[in-house]
Each structure stands twice: as C-alpha cells, then as structure tokens.
C-alpha cells in the first residue's frame, strides 16, 4: 500500500483478555518497529525487526507482550491478560534498512 | 540508551509570530528525525536530518551533530501548526529515541 496501515483503528477490552494488533508496513521495507503512546506522553519504543535478523524486543514492558514479523511483511503485537496500563495508543512504523521512518495511524486501546 | 531532551514543553503563539524548537541528545546520533503530531494523533514526518540544514516552505530544521543538538524553526506560524512536535535520535538502526515532545498552541 501507499503507507503504513494498521488495525484496528479502536480495541475496547476487558482486563484479563487478550488482544492483538495488526501492522502493515509500506512494500519494500525492511525494518518495523512498535511503539506505544500514553495520553500526553511522548513515544516508548516496544520492539523492532530487520529483516530476517532477530528482532530487539528490549523495549517490551513485560512477557505478556509479545510480537511477530512473517520476513518483511504484516507484524502482529500481542498483549496477554491486558492490563488497565495497557491502554494506550500503539503505533507501527517501517523504514527502509532502518533510517527515515513512516508512522501508521495507531490503535487507540482501551482496557476496561 | 540515548536520552532526549526537548525544549520548551509548550509554547504558545499568536498567529504570524515565529518560534524556535530545540532537541538535545545525550549522546552522538547518525539517524535524526522531527515528526508533527496533529490533534488526530497521526504523525507527520516533517525532516529527516542526521546533520546540516533543510528547508520545507516556513518550516527549517537544523542540526549539529558534533554538539548533539537539532532546532526547528517554525516561520510566520498558523493555526494549523498546533499540535505536538517529537523529535527522535539513534545511532543504530534499532535504537531511535523519542524526546517527550513541545506541544504548540497557535492562537488565531
């Protein structure tokens, strides 16, 4: 596509359930990465993928998080048992070996 | 990991007034970019700029990677200029950090 997609727009869950999140980076990118914005805060880096490297997941909050990349295509983030603190927007990224990023809309999750 | 630093938090402007935003890393970085983040929450990619000096219509954005500083000029501002402007910095791929962001109040 022409950008970064991702879905959905809005997750409204309960505590405890489990959620994930899908990402579509732009054609011909190579790396991805995962971020996770409060409400008024700045950006907190999650995890990244580089090709077919291993992915840096030192930004993931806890194990319950977890996310997946199928070679340079659609990346899904995970969150198990969902937290009230999870809410959040997480917003995808994709870059072209890793210099000038290009953001998707984000998903706006909510945990009841 | 690198920290960024982000000065002012908030400003606010009159219409057609001009402003400096400023971005201090605490180490050196070879990967630098501003991004505007409008009131949807969508954010806009506005320079790439590693080092040196780039100019996009009233926007400029420079930066001198030997001081580990990058400031972005915003000329003639208007209404449509609020919102929040990130800066982020890394010096590997994996590592781009985010400063808290100068949120913009331009009024009318």
Known sequence: GAGVSQSPSNKVTEKGKDVELRCDPISGHTALYWYRQR?????????????????????????????????????????????????????????????????????????? | GIQVEQSPPDLILQEGANSTLRCNFSDSVNNLQWFHQNPWGQLINLFYIPSGTKQNGRL?????????YSLLYISSSQTTDSGVYFCAGGNNNNDMRFGAGTRLTVKP
């Open chain 1, 39 to 112: 409400l008024g805060q700045g950006l907190e880096f999650l995890i990244y993928f580089q090709g077919n490297s291993a992915p840096d997941k030192s930004g993931l909050p806890s194990d319950r998080f977890s996310a997946e990349r199928t070679g340079e295509s659609v990346s899904t983030l995970t969150i198990q048992r969902t937290q009230q603190e999870d809410s959040a927007v997480y917003l995808c990224a994709s870059s072209l070996r890793g210099y000038e990023q290009f953001f998707g809309p984000g998903t706006r999750l909510t945990v009841l």
């Open chain 2, 60 to 68: 400029s954005a420079t930066t001198v990677a030997t001081e580990r």
